[in-house]
């Protein structure tokens, strides 16, 4: 079966941190570029990150640079997103996405809530 599924998702302090983390499976991630997109309550879905399938290149919304990270590790078949000094306005369901570099295919995950509450 192909999908994908986020984990890592919760309950944190502002200030704190999060590892989400998009796992693939019945594909490799080898041919596709990834996004994490984030969608909160009455809001459209937004691009947060996104990092080429060799992890050369990476890009971030300007809401999150020089606080997320994004990873991927073609090993474990796996993109992390790092997410420290987390804001109440973080708060929000965050998806991977995975986009065929050649092709038409593209994958969602489920997604997984992240609030950010004291």
């Known amino acids: 079966q192909l999908q994908l599924v986020e984990s890592g998702g919760g309950l944190v302090q502002p200030g704190g941190s999060l590892t989400l983390s998009c796992a693939a499976s019945g594909f490799t991630l080898d041919y596709y570029a990834i996004g994490w997109y984030r969608q909160a309550p009455g809001k459209e879905r937004e691009g947060i990150s996104c990092?080429?399938?060799?992890?050369?290149?990476?890009n971030y919304a300007d809401s999150v640079k020089g606080r997320f990270t994004i990873s991927i590790d073609n090993a474990k078949n796996t993109v992390d997103l790092q997410m420290n000094s987390l804001k109440p306005e973080d708060t929000a369901v965050y998806f991977c996405n995975a986009d065929a570099v050649l092709g038409r295919k593209n994958y969602w995950g489920q997604g997984t809530q992240v609030t950010v509450s004291s």
């Open positions: 990092i080429s399938s060799s992890g050369s290149s990476t």
